[in-house]
């Protein structure tokens, strides 16, 4: 148990153009979801957390309208990149709490490259 | 502030060769302490949970041990399959959200 699917694998887009990835847990209910990103040889960045039905929380430096966060059910949380530049490149990767025990469990991750 | 360290950054060991990663951290009201498993081009892969000094878990040949101030997570007679980068994080009374130490390369040669 404890899987989460996170789509697409790999995107490439140009800039100015924007990215929706979407992150599931498939066999699990999850209130709460979070968004981090990745650098090279970088331990994981949080950016957001989502809570079903709620506005996401930020964190400091993370410009929520450049990064959309929906999460419109338990199971389904989507992170929109609007009008991507090449510094949006990364790796970008999902987790889902199971609700009681605080464990995360995280998607394969996005890797999006902006050209 | 909240801090965690994970030492050493990088480790290599021959295969069949027993070692230990730590953790430390100082927190404000620890839930639990996490353990997990990276691949390179991977997203993380849990592997531990511990919520309470005193507390072991095994899986395989890893097991997971905690302190007051700290984990080790003790790999005994590692396989070249073991090699991964392993994070160690933790989660606050106070809230959710995880956070993570740096990490540790751990490259296992035949």
């Known amino acids: 148990g404890a899987v989460v699917s996170q789509h697409p694998s790999r995107v490439i887009c140009k800039s100015g153009t924007s990215v929706k990835i979407e992150c599931r847990s498939l066999?699990?209910?999850?209130?709460?979801m979070f968004w981090y990103r990745q650098f090279p040889k970088q331990s994981l960045m949080l950016m957001a957390t989502?809570?079903?039905?709620?506005?996401?929380?930020?964190e400091q430096g993370v410009e929520k309208d450049k990064f959309l966060i929906n999460h419109a059910s338990l199971t389904l949380s989507t992170l929109t990149v609007t009008s991507a530049h090449p510094e949006d490149s990364s790796f970008y990767i999902c987790?889902?709490?199971?609700?009681?025990?605080?464990?995360?469990?995280f998607g394969p991750g996005t890797r999006l490259t902006v050209t | 502030e909240d801090q965690v360290t994970q030492s050493p950054e990088a480790l290599r060991l021959q295969e069949g060769e027993s070692s230990s990663l730590n953790c430390s951290y100082t927190?404000?009201?620890?839930?639990?302490l996490f353990w997990y498993r990276q691949d390179p081009g991977k997203g993380p892969e849990f592997l531990f949970t511990?919520?309470?000094a005193g507390e072991e878990k095994e899986k395989e040949r890893l097991k997971a041990t905690l302190t007051k101030k700290e984990s080790f997570l003790h790999i005994t007679a590692p396989k070249p399959e073991d090699s991964a980068t392993y994070l160690c994080?933790?989660?606050?009374?106070?809230?959710?959200?995880?956070?993570f130490g740096e990490g540790t390369q751990l490259t296992v040669n035949p």
């Open positions: 987790s889902a709490a199971r609700q009681g025990s605080g464990e995360q469990y």
């Open positions: 066999d699990f209910q999850a209130t709460t």
């Open positions: 989502s809570n079903e039905g709620s506005k996401a929380t930020y």
């Open positions: 927190v404000s009201g620890l839930r639990g």
């Open positions: 511990l919520y309470s």
């Open positions: 994080a933790v989660s606050l009374t106070s809230g959710s959200r995880l956070t």
